[in-house]
C-alpha cells in the first residue's frame, strides 16, 4: 500500500482455476491494467491472490507492474518441521506483499481468533500487509453486525499488539451469509459496518494508512452504488472474467473525477 488515497482492489480466486488457468487470466488482467488510467494515475492498487503453486509464475507476470501479488494464506510460524505449511518468508521470497488472513471459509474449518491472531503478527513481521478477513455469521442488522466485526478485529490485531507489530492492514468486510450469494448485503449495512471498522482502526497510530474494502459477492458496480463508503473491494467469482476487474477500474477512475469536480 503506498498511495493513502487511491482505492483499493483486491482479487482472490480461490480454487477456481488451474494453474495454466491462472496464468492466461493474469496476463489478460496485465494487459487490461497495463492501458487504464486508473493504475496509471494511482487513482487504484491492484492486489492479485492466486492459488499457491501459481505464485511464482504470477509474481513473474506482474513483475514491473504496479500490481501486487500475494497468498491466500500463510502459517503462523516462519520455519521448522511443519509438513504441508508456508511460512512467510518462503511467501515473501517468492514475490507477495500480501497474505489474505482468517476468510471465513478457513475459519469454517476451524481456524479460531487465536489462530488468526497469529497469522496476522506473522504476516507483518515479514514485511506482508495481511488482508484480514472479518464478518458477522448471520443477517442480524447493522448495529450487531458493526459490534462483532469490531471485536472480531480487534481480537485478530491482539498478537501484533502485543509484540509491538502494528502496522497498516486490509481488512476486508465479508459478512458471511454474503459469501456465495447472488448480491451483496444492502449498500446502508456495508456503509455503516465499514465506517465502525475504520474508526476502531483509526484510533490506532500504528495502522494509520488502513484500508477497509468490502468482500462478499462484490463485483461490477457496486463500487458506484457505494460512492466512497468504502476504499475498496475484495472480488472473488465476479472477477472471473477479466473485463470484470477493467470495470472495477472504470468505476474507480468516474469517482476519482466525481470527488475532484466535486
Not at 220 to 242: I, K, N, Q, S
Request: proline share 5%; with cysteine.
Amino acid at each position: 500500500m503506498t498511495n493513502p488515497a487511491a482505492y483499493t482492489i483486491g482479487v482472490s480466486l480461490k480454487m477456481y482455476f488451474g494453474l495454466g488457468e491462472t496464468v492466461q487470466w493474469c496476463e489478460q488482467v496485465a494487459r487490461i491494467a497495463a492501458d487504464h488510467e486508473a493504475i496509471a494515475s494511482g487513482a487504484a492498487e491492484l492486489f492479485v491472490l492466486p492459488v499457491l503453486p501459481a505464485l511464482l509464475p504470477v509474481a513473474d507476470i506482474f513483475a514491473g507492474t504496479p500490481i501486487s501479488v500475494g497468498a491466500q494464506d500463510l502459517f503462523w510460524e516462519d520455519l521448522g518441521a511443519w509438513t504441508g505449511h508456508v511460512g512467510g518468508p518462503i511467501l515473501r521470497e517468492a514475490g507477495a506483499r500480501y497474505a489474505e488472513v482468517g476468510h471465513a471459509e478457513r475459519r469454517a474449518l476451524g481456524e479460531t481468533d487465536e489462530v488468526v491472531s497469529a497469522k496476522v503478527a506473522a504476516a507483518l513481521r515479514n514485511e506482508l500487509t495481511p488482508v484480514i478477513c472479518v464478518g458477522e455469521e448471520s443477517d442480524a442488522g447493522t448495529a450487531a453486525a458493526t459490534q462483532a466485526c469490531v471485536a472480531e478485529l480487534d481480537r485478530d490485531l491482539q498478537d501484533a499488539r502485543e509484540r509491538g507489530l502494528l502496522a497498516p492492514v486490509v481488512v476486508a468486510y465479508e459478512p458471511r451469509w454474503a459469501i456465495g450469494a447472488s448480491r451483496p448485503a444492502g449498500v446502508e449495512h456495508i456503509r455503516a459496518v465499514c465506517a465502525g471498522l475504520a474508526r476502531a482502526l483509526g484510533g490506532t497510530e500504528a495502522v494509520r494508512g488502513h484500508r477497509v474494502i468490502y468482500g462478499g459477492s462484490a463485483g461490477p458496480g457496486l463500487l458506484t452504488e457505494l460512492d466512497g463508503a468504502v476504499t475498496g473491494l475484495f472480488l472473488g467469482r465476479f472477477a472471473h472474467d477479466p473485463y470484470a476487474v477493467g470495470q472495477v477500474l472504470d468505476e474507480v477512475l468516474a469517482l476519482r473525477s466525481r470527488s475532484l469536480v466535486g
